[in-house]
Structures are given as C-alpha cells and as structure tokens.
C-alpha cells in the first residue's frame, strides 16, 4: 500500500488493483470492513491513516470520477466543470456540485480535498462567474 501510495500520491487503491501479484483493493476493502465493524487493530489503522486511506465506502466511485475530472481538466484547461456536464456517461458536473457542497459543510476528507485542489477546482463556482461577469462589465463601462 506504501508504495501503491508513494507512487499514485494518494492510497485510494481501485477494488480490483493488484500490486506485485497482491489483491491489494480487495485487501485493503477488507480493511475498510473491519474498521467499520470495530475489529481493526488501532494501531494498524493508525498506519493506515498514516498513508491516508480513504474510509468511505465509494471510494472507488469516486476515483473513477476523480480520474474523469482530471481527463476533462487535461482536455479543457481548466476543472469548472459545468452543472449539467456529462463524461464518459457519468453526470460529472453533478458529482463536482456534490464535492463542493460536501466541503461546504465540512464534510469532505481531506486527502479528498488536496487530491481535488490539485486538479486545481474552484470551490466557489458561482463567486469565480461572477467575478469574471463583474471584470466584463468594467471593461465594458470603460470602452
């Protein structure tokens, strides 16, 4: 997991990732059960909170939605994905509203957060539009 992590940059391993011949996404699914159930170690959730595992439960959903906001950024230039946005048949203009309302209120992991900032999303969308509208009118008002 160490190295899946120090390679990827984040230990948000895909259910069916196999490393070194280790089903390590179902390792780590399983890991992820016993936490819930309160049968982990605390001490080996320690260490994984130390590579910093994402608990939740769509962890896989949302890499794979994570992966199409970095292709749409890639293609794009940017990650103000619109509302009404769809990629690769996943509503992914939808998911990112939801990201940012789940930060909104506080409830966005923050190895979740990092990996989004580091796609370069802008949390307040609507602030950033109206910044842009603001700045046109300017320049209108001076020609």
């Known amino acids: 997991l160490v190295k899946f992590q120090q390679r990827e ?4 391993v895909p259910h069916a990732h196999t490393e070194d011949g280790m089903k390590l996404g179902t390792w780590l699914n399983t890991q992820r059960q016993q ?3 309160r049968k982990l170690n605390g001490s080996l959730e320690k260490r994984l909170d130390d590579v910093e595992v994402v608990w939740g439960a769509h962890s896989e959903q949302w890499d794979k939605s994570y992966f199409l906001l970095v292709k749409f950024q890639q293609r794009e230039g940017h990650s103000n994905v619109p509302h009404a946005h769809t990629e690769d048949g996943m509503k992914l203009g939808t998911w990112l509203n939801t990201q940012r309302q789940q930060k909104k209120k506080r409830k966005l992991n923050g190895s ?19 910044d842009k509208s603001y700045f046109l009118l300017v320049k209108f008002q001076q020609r």
């Open 35 to 37: 936490k819930k159930k």
């Open 112 to 130: 979740l957060e990092k990996r989004l900032d580091d796609v370069e999303v802008v949390w307040g969308a609507h602030s950033e539009q109206w």
């Open 9 to 12: 940059g984040h230990s948000n």
